[in-house]
């Protein structure tokens, strides 16, 4: 038997023996302890005991590949490039003497995800690598299967420039893929970022990224909401080919109902709103029947994709424009959904939909317009950790679904991993339980001040926990991306500096609560957060290991610079770490100044004021009010510069804002103390401290 046809009878006797024990990874031959985790994790992985040196080998296709087989290749070799620093030769010479790593795909290109996808050994991004003394097979049906094959082998190379013998045969778990990516209710991401993002979903397996705009993509007819507040159309063509090439569909995730703000503020538009200058479109109104009709043209011409995302979450003023229409806010839905559904299925489009407006109103779901998938979408798992609130209705109606989980990162100042982590492990696993279709992961950034480069940990788990079977490991993922992602050189500062950036976070969410970014712009001397007793030294606890773990997160990233990481790519990282214990320092002062001056008592002698409160809290020489003057005009340009990196300049300046009322805030406090010590009447007293501070930010 040839050696082609021994490794296909390998891989079905592994498939059937996969499916009938257990849906999880088989891991046999030498120990897989050896060799580098795998992510995501393939359905079966054999290795033998043998070793293939990557120098002298060529990487070789079929005469005449197509632009795809070829970028498949040229991915590869710049893989090995970078890992190794050896240069394979590409090579369409079948009779090329030597070894070889062959890149076979054996049926039609079929590059991108359609309607219909299916998972399982045949399916079309299904793929298998074989590696033995004599080269190695890379093989798949389609372009996308031999990617994500590449994908793999990549990660399989060693630091001694080797690949281990063995066996992969890989599908994934689920059909669809996505990544849902906020470009409008919080900054606008450069071009090249979103590229960044595209390849970091690529290596990971993701097949879709929802682009979710508003009113940020420069229409024909429609001004623009802000000056740089939008991505030009052939901006959109460079992002959707770029994606394309890595077999991503873009898909377009719009608003054609509610979350228009920004359009209906503009005077020209307002009256299109169900209320003045609102948020949803007045659809009694036979104008918004032509616009959306138009909008709906424009958009199928910008994004090839199958599929289209309309939106229609979040209507809050359902009712209250139900009500004036004199219909049900149920029929008022539906109607408009079944016509807006209708403008791209005509042409032959699948629209998708978010779910939260069908739950709430569940009479609604009988009604859906026939094909519609609907995108059920919940961020936190603690009360509802089946999603059965989020799922039943849906699933009762036999109606076509995906879960949405998130990268929780809007309102924090860091990304909540734990929370995250936890979201997508249970979301997806009662999705795949009750049938659903996919995953989108979605990435918003409703606080307009996070950045998104620190999301790249929870795109790429997500990522993982839709293609794998079983969970991924969070024990030791962090590590394991660090490792996937950056240089060796860096990659253990990195993946210690994201554990240790996670735990600030959480031990600061126990003082705070879950929303830290908001809290950070609060005053600190707000009385419900300062606990007494235990309690107290239990924030003090957790302020202090929040500021510890800031601190080593910070010196991490730093290392990492000097260890081959572009410093630039850092910055989000870094300026989140300081922030961190700018937050904690913040909470910490903010209990420490209270009690230096309820510790002066009422009527203090005159020069306790200077030695026990002046030289500590009030001095520009080292006091803890110049402190934070310091800390957050230092922070500030960094942050600024870290924004630009990913960012347009859009809403930049607003977003600074809350850094000037931040410095603000402390340069009254510090006058207001200053006036009060400078008139201070032992016989009339001090003053009370809550008369000193002024109004929050």
């Known amino acids: 038997m040839a050696a082609s046809g021994r490794r296909f009878v390998l891989r079905r006797v592994l498939f059937l023996i996969t499916a009938l024990v257990v849906p999880s990874v088989l891991l046999y031959g030498e120990s897989a302890a050896v060799h580098p985790r795998l992510l995501p994790e393939p359905q079966v992985i054999h290795y033998s005991s043998g070793r293939l040196r990557l120098a002298g080998l060529e990487i070789r296709m079929p005469a005449e590949p197509a632009e795809e087989d070829r970028f498949a290749a040229s991915t590869l070799e710049a893989c090995v490039a970078k890992r190794t620093q050896i240069h394979l030769r590409v090579s369409t010479d079948p009779q090329s003497p030597g070894k070889s790593i062959f890149l076979d795909r054996t049926g039609p290109l079929d590059p991108l995800p359609l309607p219909g996808e299916i998972t399982g050994p045949n399916s ?5 690598i074989d590696i033995d003394s004599s080269g190695v097979e890379v093989k798949s049906r389609s372009s996308a299967g031999l990617f994500y094959g590449v994908q793999t082998l990549c990660q399989m190379v060693e630091s001694d420039a080797e690949l281990p013998q063995g066996s992969i045969t890989d599908w994934p778990a689920m059909a669809y893929r996505g990544t849902m990516v906020d470009m409008s209710e919080g900054p606008l991401l450069h071009v090249e970022e979103i590229k960044q993002q595209i390849d970091l979903l690529a290596r990971w397996k993701m097949n879709q990224y929802y682009f979710y705009n508003e009113t940020t993509i420069a229409l024909d007819g429609l001004p623009p909401a802000a000056p740089g507040a939008r991505l030009a159309k052939s901006d959109v063509k460079e992002i959707v080919d770029y994606a394309r090439e890595r077999h991503i569909d873009v898909v377009p995730c719009l608003e054609l109902y509610g979350h228009l703000h920004d359009l209906f503020r503009r005077e020209e538009f307002s009256d299109l709103a169900d209320f003045p200058h609102g948020v949803e479109f007045n659809v009694q109104d036979a104008r918004v029947t032509k616009l959306l009709a138009d909008w709906a043209g424009q958009y199928m011409e910008l994004f090839p994709s199958s ?162 079977q079983r969970p991924v490991d969070r024990e030791d993922f962090f590590a394991n991306y660090a490792r996937i992602e950056y240089p060796s050189t860096a990659a253990a500062s990195i993946g210690d500096a994201l554990e240790e950036m996670a735990e600030s976070e959480t031990a600061l969410q126990g003082v705070l609560g879950q929303d830290t970014m908001y809290a950070l712009w609060q005053s600190p001397f ?56 700018y937050a904690g320092l913040k909470y910490q002062y903010g209990r420490e100044i209270v009690d230096a001056w309820n510790a002066l008592g009422t009527h203090p002698e005159p020069d306790r004021l200077e030695n026990d409160f002046d030289n500590i809290v009030i001095s520009q020489q080292h006091g803890k009010l110049p402190d934070m003057m310091e800390a957050i005009t230092e922070l500030k340009p960094q942050y600024a510069d870290a924004w630009k990196y990913e960012y347009t300049t859009y809403r930049l300046a607003a977003a600074l804002g809350r850094w000037d009322a931040e410095y603000e805030y402390w340069r009254r406090l510090q006058t207001n103390m200053q006036r009060a010590l400078e008139v201070y009447d032992p016989g009339k007293g001090l003053p009370t401290f809550e008369s000193l501070l002024p109004a929050a930010n």
């Open 124 to 128: 079309r991004e299904a793929y298998s």
């Open 307 to 468: 599929f289209v995302h309309v939106g229609f979450d979040e209507t809050w003023q359902l009712q209250e424009a139900a009500r004036k229409g004199g219909s049900s806010p149920a029929s008022q839905f539906v109607e408009q959904l079944n016509h807006v559904s209708g403008l791209f299925t005509q042409h032959g489009k699948t629209v998708l939909a978010w779910a939260d407006i069908m739950v709430k109103f569940p009479e609604i779901v009988p009604h859906l317009p026939p094909g519609l998938i609907a995108v059920s979408w919940f961020y936190d798992p603690r009360p509802d950790p089946q999603y059965k609130h989020w799922l039943a209705p849906l699933v009762q109606d036999h109606i076509p679904y995906m879960v949405a989980p998130g990268v929780n990162g809007w309102s924090e100042i860091a990304p909540d991993y734990a929370l995250t982590f936890d979201n997508i492990d249970t979301f997806v696993a009662a999705g795949r339980k009750a049938g659903a279709l996919g995953v989108i992961n979605t990435i918003w950034s409703d606080d307009v001040q996070m950045m998104k480069r620190p999301a790249f940990p929870g795109m790429a788990y997500g990522a993982a926990a839709a293609w794998q």
């Open 526 to 581: 707000n009385a419900t957060v300062h606990a007494k007793g235990a309690d107290a030294q239990e924030q003090a606890r957790a302020l202090r290991a929040s500021r510890l773990m800031a601190e080593r997160a910070e010196e991490n990233f730093l290392k990492a610079e000097t260890q081959g990481v572009d410093a630039a790519a850092m910055q989000s990282y870094v300026v989140e770490c300081r922030l961190l214990d």
